[in-house]
């Protein structure tokens, strides 16, 4: 399978526990995008990497939550002293090119993962 | 307001009908424009771009206005396979600020029955 993919793909931990996700993009795809889901919205833009670079964080990251691509490939979210509101599907999106999102390159998501805060 | 807005539906339409979803979004400086479709616990995936001299593709066609910042997608000949959740999506405003933010709608459910 040579598609996005994301581990776990679910996830139940106690509020206040530290929560990792992991994101493996498309091969060669040099954009990552990390977003969030909740129940009857749509998905919620949380940060992107351009390579290894943070370009770009939402208000939505919070000081708990962290994001990293060191080398440029994979990407982790870490979620630290989660709270019940945490409680999501966190959706992992990779794409190649260099300008506007989407524009004149595919965003190509991955089947999420889903966190449950109890 | 926010950013995209969608009517949420749910629309429930018999196989063979025509629907139509609307959109409408907040930045006038918004530079593109798409339709993803969400499975139910799935990803979202592209439907297709939507264009200012419109565009279409098979059974789906879709609009753009950018002086009235509406969008919409038009479902002919509706399958059952079509029942889906729709999403409106605007990608970021040029200056380098947005480059890699699309928003969302909060989607239009759609259920074509038998």
């Known amino acids: 399978d040579t598609g996005v993919s994301q581990d776990p793909r679910h996830k139940i931990t106690k509020r206040g526990q530290n929560v990792t996700f992991r994101c493996d993009p498309i091969s060669e795809h040099n954009r990552l995008y990390w977003y969030r889901q909740t129940l009857g919205q749509g998905p919620e833009f949380l940060t992107y990497f351009q390579n290894e670079a943070q370009l770009e964080k939402s208000r939505l990251l919070s000081d708990r939550f962290s994001a990293e691509r060191p080398k440029g490939s994979f990407s982790t979210l870490e979620i630290q002293r989660t709270e019940q509101g945490d409680s999501a599907m966190y959706l992992c999106?990779?794409?190649?090119?260099?300008?506007?999102?989407?524009?004149?390159?595919?965003?190509?998501f991955g089947e999420g993962s889903w966190l449950t805060v109890v | 307001r926010k950013e995209v807005e969608q009517d949420p539906g749910p629309f429930n339409v018999p196989e063979g009908a025509t629907v139509a979803f609307n959109c409408t979004y907040s930045n006038s400086a918004s530079q593109s424009f798409f339709w993803y479709r969400q499975d139910c616990r799935k990803e979202p995936k592209l439907l297709m771009s939507?264009?200012?001299s419109g565009n279409e593709d098979g059974r789906f066609t879709a609009q753009l206005n950018r002086a009235s910042q509406y969008i919409s997608l038009l479902i002919r000949d509706s399958k059952l396979s079509d029942s889906a959740t729709y999403l409106c999506v605007v990608n970021g405003v040029a200056g380098g600020t947005s480059y890699g933010k699309l928003t969302f709608g909060q989607g239009t459910i759609l259920t074509v029955h038998p």
């Open positions: 999106a990779s794409s190649l090119g260099h300008g506007l999102a989407g524009t004149g390159n595919t965003i190509y």
């Open positions: 939507v264009y200012s």
